[in-house]
Structures are given as structure tokens and as C-alpha cells.
């Protein structure tokens, strides 16, 4: 199955795509105020450094970041690099399903 280069929002809250693996690009300092369930962070300037030997083999990989557009390029280069990945439209800007909130 070919999975899409870019995901929306719905597809996500209704099932029809669930990705092994969330990979959220932001800063640390964002990503430790809110975040997709399950995602895991790394940085926009790190991802390819680290995405390579991390994320190989993991299944599919979805990339979120605050707009869409760098989520789309890293998606892109992972793609080339044998990853399955995709990435969320829009990113968290357009997001209005859940978030994980550490505790106060």
C-alpha cells in the first residue's frame, strides 16, 4: 500500500490513517507544552542527523510542525531516504484533535 505524502487533520480523528510513529519537529520548548499523543521529538535542525538511523524501519512516520511546510519537506527528504513517511497538513495550526499537556 502507498501511503500519502500528506495527511489531513480528519483522517487522523476518524482512523482512516494511523501511523506507527508521530514525529513532532518543533523546538523542545514547544513540543514540552503540548503535543500529539505519542509523538516524539525531533527538532527541525536534527532531523537529518538523527532521522536516518531513528526512524528506519519504524513503519509509517507522520511529521507535524506548527504549519505544514517544513513537516512537508522532512517528509519528503525521509521519503528518499526509504522512510515511509507523510506529513499533517496545515500541522498543528490546522489540528483540533487532541493534545497532551504535561501536568502543572
Known amino acids: 500500500m502507498t501511503l500519502p505524502l500528506d495527511v489531513f487533520g480528519w483522517q487522523l ?3 482512516e ?13 514547544a513540543f ?14 536534527q532531523l ?3 532521522g536516518p ?8 512516520v507522520l511529521v507535524i510542525d506548527p504549519g505544514g511546510a517544513r513537516a ?4 519528503v527528504w525521509l521519503r ?3 522512510i515511509q513517511a507523510s506529513y ?10 487532541p493534545l497532551e499537556r504535561p501536568s502543572q
Open 13 to 15: 480523528q476518524c482512523g
Open 17 to 29: 490513517i494511523s501511523p506507527d510513529l508521530v514525529v513532532d519537529i518543533r523546538q523542545p520548548d
Open 32 to 45: 514540552a507544552k503540548a503535543r500529539m499523543k505519542t509523538a516524539i521529538n525531533i527538532p527541525y535542525e
Open 48 to 50: 537529518q542527523a538523527r
Open 53 to 60: 538511523a531513528e526512524l528506519l524501519n519504524k513503519g509509517h
Open 72 to 75: 512537508a519537506e522532512m517528509a
Open 80 to 82: 528518499r531516504h526509504d
Open 88 to 97: 499533517l497538513v496545515g500541522g498543528y495550526a490546522q489540528w483540533t484533535g
